[in-house]
């Protein structure tokens, strides 16, 4: 059984909520989001805990590292973040694990301190330019707004769950939210469920503009690193491909899979996560 330990780190003005687990050299996890919290990796990304410390946070403004209403974030405080918690560990150089925005998070804070990271781990990570990031968001809608999660929210929202059992009313509401990310419908009930802080997610795409990191990526070529897309993710296979391209990367493509290889796919999340990052003791495989 892993035991978790959390800290409130002071970092930059804010309180970030920080949970290490697991044992040997250290891995940092980004969350995706942005605004949203680590909760939702839980517990498939723990299953990579065995040879290594993970170390996941709640990034500024999201789940338990809240800021003032009035504070604005962007890009860069969630870079600047970073390094300041780099800092805090003591660590000269990070190995990262980015997820979906994460992943783009891990993107950004290489071009920016190249020197400072190990390995970069990308898994399902959010488009490195704006048009692709685009054609996700019209891919998502509109498996979001598919007839028939239409046609179960609707009967939902008619049957008696709501005053029956509120709580499992809402969960069933969160399942049909996020069902567009899924390869198997079904396999939404096991995504942890989660929310996201409007205003920081707006506030920081709105910050990145009409971004592009491909013509960045390439100077980060020296980094060993590794990409996993789920084939039935509604991001881009094309968006993922160029980003490996550009980083020199190798690419894995998981079958029968969308956004949420944790929950899909651990089969394969697993091993090739634990082969490619840092750990103590052989490889399962070995």
């Known amino acids: 059984m892993l035991t ?152 939902l929202r008619e049957s008696d769950l709501r005053v029956r059992d509120p709580e499992a009313f809402q969960r069933r509401m969160f399942e049909l939210s996020v069902v567009a990310y899924f390869y198997d419908p079904e396999q939404a009930r096991n995504l942890t469920a989660f929310r996201v802080v409007g205003r920081i997610q707006q506030e920081t795409w709105d910050s990145l503009g009409d971004y592009d990191l491909r013509p960045r990526l390439e100077s980060l070529r020296g980094i060993p690193s590794l990409l996993l897309h789920g084939a039935d993710d509604p991001i881009p296979l094309t968006a993922s491909e160029e980003t490996a391209r550009r980083l020199g990367a190798e690419l894995e493509v998981l079958e029968r899979c969308g956004h949420c290889p944790h929950v899909e796919r651990p089969d394969a999340f697993v091993p090739l996560l634990d082969r490619f990052l840092p750990g103590h003791g052989p490889t399962p495989s070995a």
């Open 4 to 155: 978790a330990e959390t800290a409130g780190r002071a970092v930059r003005g804010a309180t970030l909520f920080e949970r290490r687990v697991g044992s040997g050299p250290p891995v940092a996890v980004l969350h995706g989001g942005p605004g949203a919290s680590f909760d939702y990796m839980l517990p498939g990304f723990d299953a990579l805990a065995g040879r290594r410390t993970l170390i996941y946070y709640d990034q500024r403004g999201g789940g338990r590292s809240p800021i003032p209403r009035e504070e604005r974030v962007g890009w860069r405080d969630h870079v600047g973040d970073l390094d300041a918690l780099r800092e805090l560990w003591e660590l000269e150089r990070l190995t990262l694990i980015g997820y979906s925005w994460g992943g783009l998070l891990a993107q950004l804070y290489a071009t920016e301190y190249p020197g400072r990271v190990e390995r970069l781990a990308l898994v399902c990570p959010a488009p490195s330019w704006r048009t692709a990031r685009d054609e996700f968001e019209r891919r998502f809608s509109a498996g979001n707004l598919a007839p028939e999660v239409q046609a179960e929210r609707q009967r």
